[in-house]
């Protein structure tokens, strides 16, 4: 079978406002109040906890390593308490998702949030049934930008390694299908979409209306 597999915030979803409230509540705890804003550092947020920390930390001129990895368990605590407040997909995903599905592509996420939060997350939002496979950055002994996570996505949504596609929103996307040998999707609708063309994926990704249509040129239709 061939899959496409998604890469989940900042391309299946906008998880960026919970994301961003996490952070600053340990901003605040810290005493610095909210260092993060929303309007212009999504594109921080859906790099991960430890980024938020470090670009937050360092714009208040505190940065320490002791004090990321003091902080970090306790973003996580507390966006999983609110992990669904403000996260909504992007226009178009799930049609698009079950599109795929109708048209025989196994679907599946690799993701670098922990998995047990992105599996929270996905059940939270009503939509953790749809997707074949959820591959996080603890699945397995390594993450993103390694390619195994990708295969290991793609064999348990039931397709073959090398017969699927990345769709992300990232540097770390793109470097990790280059290292799989498959193609990548890049959106231009999240955070970094103004960055994506300059890594030169296999195709950029406007809408999601346009993705069932743009799959098969990329990845071959399913017979």
Same mark, same amino acid.
Request: proline share 6%.
């Given at each position: 079978?061939?899959?496409?597999?998604?890469?989940?915030?900042?391309?299946?979803?906008?998880?960026?406002?919970?994301?961003?409230?996490?952070?600053?509540?340990?901003?605040?705890?810290?005493?610095?109040?909210?260092?993060?804003?929303?309007?212009?550092?999504?594109?921080?947020?859906?790099?991960?906890?430890?980024?938020?920390?470090?670009?937050?930390?360092?714009?208040?001129?505190?940065?320490?390593?002791?004090?990321?990895?003091?902080?970090?368990?306790?973003?996580?605590?507390?966006?999983?308490?609110?992990?669904?407040?403000?996260?909504?997909?992007?226009?178009?995903?799930?049609?698009?998702?079950?599109?795929?599905?109708?048209?025989?592509?196994?679907?599946?996420?690799?993701?670098?949030?922990?998995?047990?939060?992105?599996?929270?997350?996905?059940?939270?939002?009503?939509?953790?049934?749809?997707?074949?496979?959820?591959?996080?950055?603890?699945?397995?002994?390594?993450?993103?930008?390694?390619?195994?996570?990708?295969?290991?996505?793609?064999? &348990? @949504?039931? !397709?073959? %390694?090398?017969?699927? +596609?990345?769709? /992300?929103? =990232?540097?770390? $996307?793109?470097?990790?299908? &280059? @290292?799989? !040998?498959? %193609?990548?999707?890049? +959106?231009?609708? /999240?955070? =970094?979409?103004? $960055?994506?063309?300059?890594?030169?994926?296999?195709?950029?990704?406007?809408?999601?209306?346009?993705?069932?249509?743009?799959?098969? $040129?990329?990845?071959?239709?399913?017979?």
């Amino acid at each position: 079978m061939r899959s496409v597999i998604f890469d989940l915030d900042g391309t299946l979803a906008d998880t960026s406002g919970d994301l961003l409230a996490a952070a600053n509540h340990c901003f605040r705890d810290m005493g610095h109040g909210d260092v993060l804003l929303p309007d212009q550092d999504a594109a921080v947020a859906v790099r991960g906890a430890r980024m938020m920390l470090s670009q937050g930390l360092k714009r208040v001129g505190a940065y320490s390593e002791k004090t990321v990895d003091t902080y970090y368990p306790i973003f996580l605590d507390v966006y999983e308490q609110a992990i669904d407040r403000h996260t909504v997909f992007y226009p178009g995903a799930l049609d698009a998702v079950e599109a795929l599905k109708t048209a025989g592509y196994g679907v599946g996420i690799c993701t670098n949030k922990p998995e047990g939060l992105a599996d929270l997350l996905l059940t939270r939002l009503g939509v953790r049934d749809q997707f074949a496979s959820l591959v996080g950055a603890d699945t397995l002994p390594v993450r993103k930008p390694d390619p195994e996570p990708l295969r290991e996505a793609a064999r &348990r @949504a039931g !397709g073959h %390694p090398k017969h699927c +596609v990345l769709i /992300g929103d =990232s540097d770390t $996307d793109r470097n990790t299908a &280059r @290292a799989a !040998g498959v %193609p990548s999707v890049l +959106v231009t609708f /999240g955070p =970094s979409g103004d $960055d994506m063309a300059a890594l030169e994926p296999e195709a950029l990704l406007h809408h999601f209306d346009d993705l069932p249509g743009l799959v098969p $040129d990329l990845i071959g239709a399913v017979a």
